[in-house]
């Protein structure tokens, strides 16, 4: 999807392949998995690094469980693990997403396959979407998280909400700050 949107796009397992990213994906997938591999490879560290320096960060259904409090403890929330249950439960619903295109934008179809959800957040965390009163996408400063896989449909408005963080942030920076090779 975000090749389709122009950028480049490079896989990350090791702490050096993080080197010269203007923004991070941390996708879907099975979170005590992904624990495992952050710990097995020292990305804890580095991926935390990366995020306080304000690098741009999306984290989608397991990749939101990541960025919670318990895990990498980026975003001040804690997600429930499979919350909407097992994944014969998987489902997929419309979504009125806050600040994502010109209002009254269309609904976001949302992919929800054994999906987390937004148990408790603090102040500091902005809900844009809600489902059945749970709150499914959050933002805090450059760290966007959703519960469903956006990547499963053809709308593109969640990784371009990325595309549009990482732009922005390249703008504010000056050319000496500017990585010398820039990936997603």
């Known amino acids: 999807m975000l090749r389709g949107l122009g950028a480049r796009v490079r896989e990350v397992r090791t702490p050096v392949d993080l080197e010269g990213l203007e923004g991070l994906v941390l996708p ?7 624990t495992l591999g952050i710990e ?15 690098t741009p960060m999306l984290g989608t259904c397991a ?23 097992r994944q014969i439960r998987s489902f997929e619903a419309d979504i009125e997403f806050r600040g994502i295109g010109i209002p009254p934008a269309p609904p976001l179809r ?7 959800w ?5 102040p500091g965390v902005e809900i ?3 489902l059945d009163g749970h709150a ?37 920076r000056s050319p000496r ?4 090779s820039g990936h997603l």
């Open 177 to 180: 700050d500017m990585p010398r």
């Open 28 to 34: 879907g997938g099975e979170s005590t998995t992904m």
């Open 63 to 85: 990749g939101l469980i990541m960025l919670d409090r318990e895990h990498l403890g980026l975003m001040d929330m804690r997600a429930q693990r499979n919350a909407f249950g």
């Open 118 to 122: 937004i148990a408790e957040h603090g």
């Open 136 to 172: 499914v996408a959050a933002r805090q400063g450059d760290l966007l998280v959703v519960a469903f896989h956006a990547e499963l449909t053809d709308d593109v408005r969640v990784h371009q909400l990325l595309l549009d963080a990482v732009a922005a942030r390249s703008v504010a």
């Open 40 to 54: 097995r490879e020292g990305l804890a560290q580095p991926l935390r690094e990366l995020a306080l320096g304000g």
């Open 128 to 130: 844009l979407a809600e």
């Open 110 to 116: 949302g992919v929800f396959i054994r999906a987390p």
